[in-house]
């Protein structure tokens, strides 16, 4: 059974970093895409950034230059360091993960991350 299982959301204050983790186990497939999203309360939820096992990477407008995306697609592990956070980034974040196994869309728990003014 696949999972993703996240870490490293939490508290931190306008202008500071953070480092989100995920990892998909139970799998010995590699993943064709994982990445990362995001909602907050009352808004629908939006990526955050991907990237694909061809290298392809892409990130939302609102994060482009304060995030960055990195991972294995054979170790089946992603990295987000997001610096610059502002409030408007606190949300529940999301690891997401596609692999060839049924049903091919995992998703992890979700990360609290919360900035604060």
């Known amino acids: 059974q696949v999972q993703l299982v996240e870490s490293g959301g939490g508290l931190v204050q306008h202008g500071g970093s953070l480092r989100l983790s995920c990892v998909a186990s139970?799998?010995?497939?590699?993943?064709?895409?994982m990445g990362w999203y995001r909602q907050a309360p009352g808004k629908q939820r939006e990526l955050v950034a991907r990237?694909?096992?061809?290298?392809?990477?892409i990130y939302g407008d609102s994060v482009k230059g304060r995030f960055t995306i990195s991972g294995d697609n054979a170790k089946n592990t992603v990295y987000l360091q997001m610096n610059s956070l502002r409030p408007e980034d606190t949300a529940v974040y999301y690891c997401?993960?596609?692999?060839?196994?049924?049903?091919?869309?995992?998703w992890g728990q979700g990360t609290q991350v919360t900035v604060s003014s």
């Open positions: 997401h993960a596609r692999l060839p196994i049924y049903p091919y869309m995992y």
């Open positions: 139970g799998s010995s497939v590699s993943t064709d895409v």
């Open positions: 990237f694909t096992n061809d290298g392809n990477i």
